[in-house]
């Protein structure tokens, strides 16, 4: 099955300053690979995602890139917001054997944004 | 917006006691999962659904079961509740990306 790892664990960063998120995949078959924010007491939302065609995507201040030949794919957020500290977790999703979707998640980067 | 419903925020149960966790989505998704989530192990899938009445086991399904009588609802059932089952669970439905509930935080004692 797949494995997805993320790193780091923990990241402390400047307000202003950017942050990066990593993940890794074993699984080729993955296609589909969204990004996750847990802030405190709430259950994870998707904030971006990106297909497997398509190499970076943007969205204001948070931009996802995908390699897929090196199985691998980032979070990178800029101009960091004290209201950015959470939990972000990647995630790698393709479809099973009887053509469902199954996605597999992340252990989570908990991410401080020092005022 | 997706919602999903998850139908307790807290539970405290006693060990060997039959637990049922309720969850309900608005959004006619055929998909819907159920995880637990633990510090450093991130969300692991316990089992999830792609149909009404159809059920697949995930990674970590020992001492659960769940239920899917109509497309919105799923349920998780703790048999047995057991300490090592404290948690938070997590449930989600999706067509694409997963859309989550606000989570259980479940205490066995």
């Known amino acids: 099955g797949e494995n997805v790892e993320q790193h780091p664990s923990t990241l402390s960063v400047q307000e202003g300053d950017s942050a990066v998120i990593k993940c890794t995949y074993s699984d080729s078959a993955s296609n589909y690979f969204p990004w996750y924010k847990q802030e405190l007491g709430k259950g994870p939302q998707l904030i971006i995602d990106i297909r497997s065609n398509v190499g970076e995507k943007k969205d204001q201040r948070i931009a996802v890139t995908l390699n897929k030949t090196a199985k691998h794919f980032s979070l990178h957020i800029t101009e960091t917001q004290p209201e950015d500290s959470a939990v972000y977790f990647c995630a790698a999703s393709n479809t099973n054997r009887e053509g469902y979707q199954k996605v597999t998640f992340g252990t989570g980067t908990k991410l401080q944004v020092i005022p | 917006d997706v919602k999903v419903t998850q139908s307790s925020r807290y539970l405290v149960k006693r060990t060997g006691e039959k637990v049922f966790l309720e969850c309900v989505q608005d959004m006619d998704h055929e998909n819907m999962f159920w995880y637990r989530q633990d510090p450093g192990l991130g969300l692991r899938l316990i089992y999830f659904s792609y149909d009404v009445k159809m059920k697949e086991k995930g990674d970590i399904p020992e001492g659960y079961s769940v239920s899917r009588e109509k497309k919105e609802r799923f349920s998780l059932i703790l048999e047995s509740a057991s300490t090592n089952q404290t948690s938070m669970y997590l449930c989600?439905?999706?067509?694409?990306?997963?859309?989550f509930g606000q989570g259980t935080r479940l205490t066995v004692v």
């Open positions: 989600a439905s999706s067509r694409r990306g997963a859309f």
